[in-house]
């Protein structure tokens, strides 16, 4: 019987449902080694037993969290919240969670959270670097620690890594023809730094 003061294991859920915690951990993990209507028992069981997996145990074993780490500046920025929103769906989608971290524009926290996240906290990485020093050096070290990462907004020199970045002299230019074909003669550029 379970303790009331204790959560229930998956001893509780092999017990309750009849099967080995071996094949209650490959049922619940989704292994298409088990039968549907075995892993349906199992479920039954877990539910009954208000059982929930322990992700971070099973990351420890496994070696893999399902996380992915979401570095941006600035999550007051409609363009940040947006993407954020659209990397969370897409994650979700595919069973992972995201952690996200707000650097603040500030060279110390984006080393501390490129190094926490090193340090196996994440199975990979999306940075919008703000310092790049500071990226160029923590990218070295990920890169040597096998864990992958994508550098959103610019290429860092140096770096061999997956990079999203947008072709802003094209951009530039198309924006020039186009109020150019409107009949404009005095286009300015405002430009943020």
Do not use: W
Not at 123 to 128: M, N, R, S, V
Not at 177 to 192: S, T
């Amino acid at each position: 019987m379970i303790d009331k003061n204790n959560k229930p294991t998956i001893y509780d859920v092999a017990k309750l449902s009849g099967f080995s915690s071996a094949t209650v951990s490959l049922a619940l993990s989704g292994s298409t080694k088990i039968k549907e209507t075995t892993k349906q028992k199992i479920r039954n069981a877990a539910d009954k037993l208000k059982y929930h997996p322990n992700f971070l145990a099973r990351g420890l074993v496994k070696q893999k969290t399902k996380t992915i780490c979401l570095i941006i500046p600035d999550n007051l920025n409609p363009v940040f919240a947006e993407i954020t929103q659209g990397v969370e769906h897409i994650a979700y989608s595919r069973g992972y969670s995201i952690i996200l971290c707000i650097t603040n524009e500030d060279a110390k926290r984006e080393k501390f959270y490129l190094d926490i996240m090193r340090n196996n906290r994440a199975d990979g990485l999306l940075i919008f670097p703000t310092f790049f020093p500071v990226v160029q050096e923590e990218a070295l070290k990920l890169k040597a620690s096998n864990i992958p990462f994508v550098i959103v907004g610019r290429r860092i020199e140096g770096i061999t890594s997956c990079y999203v970045t947008a072709d802003l002299e094209l951009g530039g230019y198309k924006v020039a023809d186009y109020l150019i074909k409107l009949g404009h003669k005095k286009i300015g550029i405002i430009y943020g730094v």
